[in-house]
């Protein structure tokens, strides 16, 4: 057991890129993976295994538009990989103005994945109809399941307080105002109490040394507020996943690589297949993560996929699987946190 003990704080985690055809493994160490339950896998217990990440394609009601392409390269990357991913878990923003045609086209280009695929809702995919036609095509909002030995857990982080009534808004008007990046009177995000009564009965019952895997549209950490690049009840999350011995959390929305790590939950931004955002002119915790400015030659470039592969051996890896050349010097070259 002391072996398992020691083994289960290598916390090893590797960052890499893939361009075009070449794959760039790069070693990192620390990101948080819950590795105590995946040693276990060396045990017998849990196999090793691979999940993917698709966000942010932001479809269109325009029909062949380029989005619609992305998302459909991407799907083709994902099923090109071998092993194939166990499951895909798409973190928000299928549609750009949550109608209905958007999702379903988002649904329709994303049914050419052969395995299970988890969804969790954006604020482009809300607000119209605040989540009846999502719901219809995608189900609850909230869940969990346990794979392998790992407890995988989904919430939408994109609830705000009612600034549609006062106001007097039309279902499209408050749509348009949460489309903006930075709505002067939608307020902060967040999961909000009855989906943080809901996490604290999911994890009850599991033990500290279970492996949990979050997913979120907005990050579990105060990144960038002005943005909504935060989710407000985050430090309620954190405390009610406190006893975990270490938590993982991938998130949507920021459109870029980002890592930040508050207490045993660490946090890792995803690629969208629809464009980058630049980043905001803000110190981040781990400035390593961040990519280069995506190169405007290359229409593709800074959009992507990501896989992480969790191993027997207690290593886990995340690929960011860029489209286009866009790598880190962290990603090519490696980097300790
Ligand atoms: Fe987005
Ligand atoms: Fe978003």
Redesign the pocket.
């Known amino acids: 057991m002391k072996n398992l003990e020691d083994m289960s704080r290598r916390r090893f985690v590797t960052i890499s890129g893939k361009a075009g055809l070449t794959t760039l493994v790069a070693s990192a160490v620390g990101i948080n993976f819950g590795i105590v339950r995946v040693a276990e896998a060396a045990m017998g217990k849990v196999t090793p295994f691979r999940f993917a990440i698709l966000t942010?394609a932001?479809l269109f009601s325009i029909p062949d538009h380029k989005f619609d392409g992305f998302l459909a390269d991407a799907v083709d990357d994902v099923m090109a990989m071998k092993p194939l991913p166990d499951f895909v878990v798409y973190c928000?923003?299928i549609a750009q103005n949550g109608k209905d045609d958007q999702l379903q086209k988002g649904k329709k280009i994303l049914s050419k994945l052969t395995m299970p695929i988890h969804f969790i809702p954006?604020e482009?995919d809300w607000y119209l109809d605040m989540g009846a036609a999502w719901r219809g095509h995608f189900g609850k909002p909230t869940w969990s399941f346990d794979h392998k030995g790992v407890h995988f857990i989904g919430m939408n982080s994109i609830l705000v307080r009612d600034f549609w009534t006062p106001a007097g808004m039309t279902p499209k008007q408050r749509m348009d105002t949460m489309e903006m990046l930075e709505s002067p009177i939608a307020g902060p995000w967040g999961v909000r109490e009855e989906q943080l009564d809901w996490l604290k009965k999911d994890v009850s019952k599991l033990g500290a040394d279970t492996p949990v895997v979050v997913f979120t549209h907005s990050p579990l950490w105060d990144y960038y507020p002005r943005w909504n690049f935060q989710t407000e009840d985050a430090p309620e999350i954190r405390s009610i996943l406190a006893k975990f011995e270490r938590v993982m959390s991938f998130h949507?929305?920021v459109?870029q690589t980002v890592y930040n790590r508050i207490g045993n939950l660490s946090s890792v931004g995803t690629l969208?297949t629809?464009w980058p955002w630049p980043y905001p002119d803000v110190k981040i915790a781990y400035p390593d993560m961040r990519m280069y400015s995506s190169d405007p030659g290359n229409f593709k470039d800074g959009e992507g996929a990501q896989h992480i592969d969790l191993e027997a051996d207690f290593n886990g890896t995340m690929h960011y699987d860029p489209f286009g050349d866009m790598l880190t010097p962290a990603m090519k070259n490696g980097f300790k946190i």
Request: overall charge negative; aromatic content about 0%.
């Open positions: 942010d932001h928000g923003d954006g482009h949507g929305h459109h969208s629809s």
